[in-house]
């Protein structure tokens, strides 16, 4: 990690700039960034299928539990009068 520095001075205002040599960017810095940001992505993926499962499988157990919120009838109903008498054929 030498990095060099060279100081120029000016004459007239006796003011000195410093400028640094860089180096170019590291391959490897790129590589170890990429590298994680695709684990993190992964397993933020990973998480949301696990959570959308759990979910579908919560709804699923209430659902079983609460039973069908809508009785169908499995006769339609009598329009006939109180006294009636009815059969059943």
Known sequence: MNSRIFETTDS????????????????????????????????????????DTK???????????RGPRILIPTEPPSNVPGGAKMERL
């Open 55 to 65: 979910t579908q499988l919560l709804e699923e157990a209430a659902h079983a539990l």
């Open 12 to 51: 007239r205002g006796g003011s000195s700039a410093a400028m640094s040599a860089r180096r170019p960017f590291p391959l490897r810095t790129l590589m170890v960034c990429f590298t994680l940001w695709l684990i993190t992505t992964e397993i933020l993926i990973f998480d949301q299928v696990k959570f």
